[in-house]
């Protein structure tokens, strides 16, 4: 399962993540949801342009992996998960960690390693000359 931290606005976020219970803000389904957490335990969620996500969110987010249990928007009942949370940004971390805009603790641990790559190289593109059709006389 895939979010992408950056398409998803910030105020919907928690409730994409941990889902919300019966009445716990206004529009939100009679019946509550399940977020992406609970609908990827047992698996693998993998969240994209994880420097997009505010440090509030990064926090719960971390007591979720450690504690490995969390509660729904609303909620008062805990939820279990077990789940593998792989992340990816191609934002300077270093940078955002020094402006405080994201939270060092997110990146240290024994679960997590960095993986530099090469930016992509430009397509190399040939050019093709067909020969223009002669009009036969």
Known sequence: MT????????????AEFFGYENGAFTG??????????????GGTLFLDEI??????????????????EFFRV?????????IRIISATNAPLEELIGKKHFGRSCTTGSRSSRCKSRPCEPA??????????????
């Open 3 to 14: 979010v992408n931290c950056a398409s998803v606005p910030e105020h919907l976020l928690e």
């Open 28 to 41: 939100a389904d009679r019946a509550g949801r399940m977020g992406k957490l609970e609908l990827a335990h």
């Open 51 to 68: 420097g997009d996500m505010a440090l509030q969110l990064q926090a719960k987010l971390l007591r979720v992996i450690e504690g490995k």
């Open 74 to 82: 609303g909620g008062t009942k805990p939820i279990q998960v077990d």
């Open 124 to 137: 190399r593109t040939t050019s093709c000359c067909w020969p223009t059709p002669s009009s036969s006389s």
